[in-house]
Nanobody, 125 residues
Framework: QVRLVESGGGLVQTGGSLRLSCTCPERPISSYTMGWFRQTPGKEREFVAAITRNGVNVYYAEPVKGRFTISRDSAKNTVSLDMNSLKPEDTAIYYC??????????????????WGQGTQVTVSA
């Protein structure tokens, strides 16, 4: 089990930017494919972005393509999500997770385990 900690959420106006970070205080996460998901009340948790272990391959959900950038810094043991041109519909709790199942798509919550506690992102109109 990997304990993940997210940070960087907050309140921002439409068009603004935020940077979310995810780290594991106890062990390196450099050997894992990592994902970011988000969830709003009453809705399923949805895929946002993912990055492979070596950082070469990145994947984005359509609603965030061109606005969000996922990256990783092995020296700092972090995975980040840079969010630009934020919209009210980006308001959600954002979670990072470790991919544990490679038999299913990277965009499925079922492919991930060891979820963080989440960080709230609120975009005001």
């Amino acid at each position: 089990q990997v304990r993940l900690v997210e940070s960087g959420g907050g309140l921002v106006q439409t068009g603004g930017s935020l940077r979310l970070s995810c780290t594991c205080p106890e062990r390196p996460i450099s050997s894992y494919t990592m994902g970011w998901f988000r969830q709003t009340p009453g809705k399923e948790r949805e895929f946002v972005a993912a990055i492979t272990r070596n950082g070469v391959n990145v994947y984005y959900a359509e609603p965030v393509k061109g606005r969000f950038t996922i990256s990783r810094d092995s020296a700092k043991n972090t995975v980040s999500l840079d969010m630009n041109s934020l919209k009210p519909e980006d308001t959600a709790i954002y979670y990072c997770a470790v991919r544990v199942d490679y038999s299913t798509t990277y965009a499925s919550t079922g492919a991930y385990g060891s979820w963080g506690q989440g960080t709230q992102v609120t975009v005001s109109a």
